[in-house]
Every structure is written in C-alpha cells, then in structure tokens.
C-alpha cells in the first residue's frame, strides 16, 4: 500500500524565499506530524494534528513557520523569508493517533537555503 | 535540549559482532519505541516496548525497557551489514508527541 509521501525530495532556496512543503498521509491516518531533522541531531518537534482538532504547534521554532491540513488528509508546512539555519531534511509522519501508535514516516523533504 | 540521551554516538563493527545501543533520560515514559533510519529515508519503527522491564526480542535484535522506564537499551547479535543505519529511541509520555534521542549511528563491516 501507499505510504506517506512528500514533495519535493529536495529544495534548493535563496535566504528570504518562501517554500512549501507537502505530506501526502496514509489513508485512514487521524494523525500528522512534521518534524525536522539537521545533521547530527535527533527530531525535532514542530507541529501535530489529530482529527478535527486544534494543532499542536508549540514546536514551531518562529513565527515564520506554519503549517495546515486540508480536509483531514493533505498537509503543507510553509517557511516565509527562509533564513540559512531552516537548512535541514524536514520529515513528516502519520499514524492512527493512539497511544504507542506507530509512527510511518515519508522520506522527508531535504531544505537548502543558501 | 534532548530528553533522550544515545550513546555511543557512532558504532563500527565487524559482521558478526555484537553491539549495545543506550537510550536514557531522566523523565520516565509511558512507552518507549526504536527506529532505524538509512541515508535518504524516514525512520521505520522495529518495536514499542510500555512496561517496565520488558524484553522484546526481534530475530537478532533485543530490546529492554528499564524498570523504572527512563531507559532502554537496543542489542543485536551477530550484527550483519543490513543492520547498518541510525537507530532512533523515541518517548512518549501521557499524550501523542514522541520525543526522539539524537541516534546511534552504526556501521557492520563486511
């Protein structure tokens, strides 16, 4: 079956752009994460949607990020006026948002602003 | 600030060696679930363990949640070039956010 999918797999932007970057979930998944992830670290929390609900965004390092969910499925997170330390693979992830639910993670976006 | 604390950073071993990766904390943890991620791809999860003190063995992998769930430990026996990749221990707490450790990188040399 389809797992989750992300577009673009690479992004090459100038400081100062604004990108977009997309997350196609599993069918059936209430839950979508996006996480970042820079070379040498772990994941880093950003934001989280569950069903209906009000996003969890508390891990939006400024206010430059945001990120939605259309209609339950597709997600975009948005990055205005890049600066060179967004530079990082940012992945998303789904699961049917219970507890010790799995996480099913895309192959990640790759961010590069120069 | 990492709430989860991997080590050793990197690993590299001769197949057919064993290997112990170490994930702490000083929160405690509802759950506690094991990554692997190789280069270009997203983490693929290999197991949750929730109560303290379980083992859960996997083929040659063997995971062990501490008894007072703040820690866990990853083992691999006989350790074959497939199982080369970054090993990511992940928390949860009481809600949904799962917090990751910064990886264990291991390389099992032919």
């Known amino acids: 079956g389809a797992g989750v999918s992300q577009s673009p797999s690479n992004k090459v932007t100038e400081k100062g752009k604004d990108v977009e970057l997309r997350c196609d979930p599993i069918?059936?998944?209430?839950?979508l994460y996006w996480y970042r992830q820079s070379l040498g670290q772990g994941l880093e929390f950003l934001i989280y949607?569950?069903?209906?609900?009000?996003?969890?965004k508390s891990g939006l390092p400024s206010d430059r990020f945001s990120a939605e969910r259309t209609g339950g499925s597709v997600s975009t997170l948005t990055i205005q006026r890049t600066q060179q330390e967004d530079s990082a693979v940012y992945l998303c992830?789904?699961?049917?948002?219970?507890?010790?639910?799995?996480?099913?993670f895309g192959n990640g976006t790759r961010l590069t602003v120069t | 600030t990492q709430l989860l604390e991997q080590s050793p950073q990197f690993l590299s071993i001769q197949e057919g060696e064993n290997l112990t990766v170490y994930c702490n904390s000083s929160?405690?943890?509802?759950?506690l679930q094991w990554y692997r991620q190789e280069p270009g791809e997203g983490p693929v999860l290999l197991v949750t363990?929730?109560?303290?003190?379980e083992v859960k063995k996997l083929k040659r992998l063997t995971f062990q949640f501490g008894d007072a769930r703040k820690d866990s430990s990853l083992h691999i026996t006989a350790a074959q070039p497939g199982d080369t990749g970054l090993y990511l221990c992940?928390?949860?707490?009481?809600?949904?956010?799962?917090?990751f450790g910064a990886g264990t990188t291991v390389t099992v040399r032919a």
């Open positions: 992830a789904s699961s049917f948002g219970q507890r010790h639910s799995p996480l099913h």
């Open positions: 069918s059936g998944h209430t839950a």
């Open positions: 949607f569950q069903g209906n609900s009000a996003p969890d």
């Open positions: 929160s405690v943890f509802s759950s």
């Open positions: 363990v929730v109560t303290g003190g």
């Open positions: 992940a928390g949860g707490g009481t809600g949904y956010k799962l917090s």
